[in-house]
């Protein structure tokens, strides 16, 4: 079983709409998480830290839950620009916290 | 402006011979990783570094080397060990290493077989 899970999508999406989209992970003891941003060809880009809170970033909502061990972003009111693949990213419970990164989730936001 | 630099951004390898992807960082960084990413999969770790003069392997290291010899300098060796070396390569830092420090990285190198 790999360490992070996200479907792949591609989540076709209308733009203004809301999307949301979930990633588990494996480890129980994992400590911090990410959402990553990455374009096509591109370097991965930090979209948002994920607290035990939940916390929000304008459109952008990203949700913990820790019992069922998943991770959530969700945005609202779609832009054509938010057309990118979202890596969910896990640091481990060892001792310097390695970072474990999902494969992706494609979003397309259609006009 | 503040940032990490790989180069080149595209990169040819002929059988048998050794090549390398230049990173540098100017954010001054303690901590340096290289990760290799394959269509549909997550990035995988190579090696890293926490300091100067020290790095460690990470879960696909065989095939590859690195050095750090000055904490904004961490270049990757692709050696001929390196039996399937096509891959979109990805330098990163951060402050120090540690899960709840985030990685930033640079534009990524292109590295295929000719």
């Known amino acids: 079983r790999k360490e992070v899970e996200q479907d792949p999508g591609p989540f076709n999406v209308p733009e203004g709409a809301t999307v949301a989209f979930n990633c588990t992970y494996s480890?129980?003891?994992?400590?911090?998480f990410f959402w990553y941003r990455q374009d096509c060809r591109k370097e991965p880009k930090l979209l948002m830290s994920?607290?035990?809170s939940g916390n929000e970033d304008g459109r952008f909502t990203a949700q913990l839950n820790r019992a069922s061990q998943y991770i959530s972003l969700l945005i609202r009111d779609s832009k054509l620009s938010d057309s990118a693949t979202y890596l969910c990213?896990?640091?481990?419970?060892?001792?310097?916290?390695?970072?474990?990164f999902g494969a992706g989730t494609q979003v397309v936001v259609t006009p | 402006d503040g940032g990490i630099t790989q180069s080149p951004k595209y990169l040819f390898r002929k059988e048998g011979q050794n090549v390398t992807l230049s990173c540098e960082q100017n954010?001054?960084?303690?901590?340096m990783y290289w990760y290799r990413q394959d269509p549909g999969q997550g990035l995988r770790l190579i090696y890293y570094?926490?300091?100067?003069?020290?790095?460690q392997k990470g879960d696909i290291a065989e095939g590859y080397s690195v050095s750090r010899e000055k904490k904004e300098s961490f270049p990757l060796t692709v050696t001929s060990a390196q039996k399937n070396p096509t891959a979109f390569y990805l330098c990163?830092?951060?402050?120090?290493?540690?899960?709840?420090?985030?990685?930033?990285f640079g534009d990524g190198t292109r590295l295929s077989i000719l």
């Open positions: 954010l001054n960084h303690d901590a």
């Open positions: 480890n129980s003891a994992s400590q911090s």
């Open positions: 570094s926490q300091i100067v003069n020290d790095f």
């Open positions: 994920v607290y035990s």
């Open positions: 990213v896990v640091a481990g419970a060892d001792s310097w916290g390695k970072l474990q």
């Open positions: 990163a830092s951060s402050i120090a290493v540690g899960g709840n420090q985030p990685q930033h």
